[in-house]
């Protein structure tokens, strides 16, 4: 049997105070005990890699907003580096048209003024993963450059400009690749 002893102090009953807080730490100590029980487990990609030596992807890519065609451009890396750690030789083409065509090329007029430092680091990004293992091209849609309104010269020299970016992703996909539009 548990005696209860109430304490005042200030006007305070302690005991209150007491039981309030347990009923709000309890269930954070509570939720706690239930992560570290389940077991963690590393994610692995091996069961859909089975008995694949390489991963062929054509990613269309169409964010016209800098910092979400960045993020795009950083999971393809991690998902090329990730697949180089599992034993998979990555082949990918990435594919620009549409809005992201303004991000992709040098003239700064033609970028939304908010995006100008987020284009210059898509610059880079793509810079990077053009010596990268696993990246095989890039591609610009001219059909998007003209409806862009902006123009094939200053496209990013990485970046060859194709005749028609729908053409070029229905080829690979022929070709074996998986069409991936983040």
């Known amino acids: ?3 209860v ?3 005042t102090k200030g006007g305070a009953n302690m005991h209150q105070i007491y039981v309030r807080l347990q009923q709000l730490f309890l269930p954070l100590a509570a939720a706690a005990l239930l992560v570290h029980a389940v077991p963690a487990s590393a994610a692995d990609d091996r069961l859909a890699l089975a008995g694949l ?3 062929k992807i054509a990613f269309d890519l169409k964010d016209g ?3 979400l065609l960045l993020a795009r451009l950083d999971v393809i890396d991690e998902t090329r580096q990730s697949l180089i750690q599992q034993g998979v030789t990555p082949h990918f ?3 620009f048209r549409g809005p992201a065509t303004r991000l992709v090329q040098t003239d700064q007029d033609k970028i939304k003024p908010e995006d100008r430092e987020l284009a210059a680091k898509v610059a880079a990004k793509i810079k990077e993963l053009s010596t990268a293992r696993g990246v095989d091209g890039f591609e610009q849609c001219s059909l998007a450059v003209r409806q862009q309104g902006t123009n094939a010269d200053k ?8 005749g028609n970016g729908f053409i070029s992703l229905m080829a690979y996909q022929a070709k074996g690749y998986a069409y991936i539009a983040p």
Do not use: T
């Open 155 to 162: 496209v990013l020299p990485q970046i060859r400009v194709v």
């Open 93 to 95: 083409i990435l594919s």
């Open 65 to 67: 907003d800098g910092k």
């Open 1 to 3: 049997m548990v005696k």
């Open 5 to 7: 002893v109430q304490y």
């Open 53 to 55: 030596s390489e991963g």
